[in-house]
């Protein structure tokens, strides 16, 4: 365990456990949109800025991606801290507009106009959830990031359909922006933005069209037993 200090109070954390998490534990909020507790840093939307001092020198730097260490201290809402914030956040707005967390986030910092402009916005922020979930988390590594700079966007491998993607829906929970749409019609889930569609299993009690034959057939490869032999026979409701 390391000491740190946030805001002027004195806390204990694993050392090496990064700033955003210490302080989310014990109870100071730093918006943030692309860090998960259960997935790798990637400081990529760059809104978890803080200020953070260590021996003579002051930074200013995201939060998600900086570790622990003895005696730091940590400030989350200089006047400076908060400016580079607001303006990260007006970078971000303009690529989703129709994200309605996006936009309750920027009215908490005391954004009410939107100043900037992206004629091609797709309500992606490039923040890599859906990326990292569904590689650290499924272990499917079924997309991926393309392109550079303005370009850099999240797909399929090479454009194609995602034949990895076993339409297990964790990258449409996770997504920020709620830009992943996941339609089930019939006994088929479609997920256009992976360009994949797959057969749902129904369930034997009630009819219900509720689970990709894929993601069962994924579970089996990868060892994970399912508590009985029939267990996917019956939907969550009927179990
Ligand atoms: S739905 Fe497909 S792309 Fe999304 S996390 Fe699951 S496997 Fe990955
Ligand atoms: S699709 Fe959603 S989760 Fe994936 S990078 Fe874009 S905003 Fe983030
Ligand atoms: S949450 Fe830290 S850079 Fe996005």
Redesign the pocket.
């Given at each position: 365990m390391v000491n740190i200090t946030i805001d002027g109070q004195q806390f204990q954390a694993a050392e090496g456990q990064n700033v955003l998490q210490a302080a989310l534990d014990n109870g100071i909020e730093i918006p943030h949109l692309?860090y998960h507790e259960n997935l790798s840093s990637y400081g990529g939307c760059r809104l978890c800025l803080v200020e953070i001092t260590r021996g003579q020198r002051t930074t200013l730097t995201t939060s998600c991606t900086y570790p622990c260490l003895e005696g730091i201290v940590v400030r989350t809402d200089t006047p400076e801290v908060l400016k580079a914030r607001r303006l990260v956040m007006e970078l971000l707005l303009p690529l989703?507009p129709e994200a309605p967390q996006i936009q309750a986030l920027a009215r908490e910092m005391g954004i009410s106009e939107q100043r900037f402009t992206e004629e091609e916005a797709d309500?992606?922020?490039?923040?890599?959830?859906?990326?990292r979930a569904c590689t650290e988390m499924v272990g499917a590594q079924a997309i991926t990031f393309s392109g550079r700079g303005y370009r850099r966007a999240?797909e399929s491998p090479f454009g194609e359909e995602a034949v990895d993607c076993i339409g297990c829906g964790t990258?449409v929970y996770?997504?920020?922006?709620g830009?992943?749409e996941m339609l089930d019609r019939g006994t088929q889930r479609t997920l256009p933005?992976w360009k994949r569609t797959l057969e749902l299993k129904k369930c034997t009690k009630c009819g219900w069209p509720y689970i990709p034959f894929a993601q069962i057939e994924f579970a089996r490869q990868r060892g994970q037993e399912p508590p009985a032999a029939d267990w996917f026979d019956l939907c969550p409701n009927c179990r």
């Open positions: 692309c989703a309500n992606c922020i490039r923040c890599g959830l859906c990326t999240v990258c996770i997504c920020p922006t830009c992943i933005k």
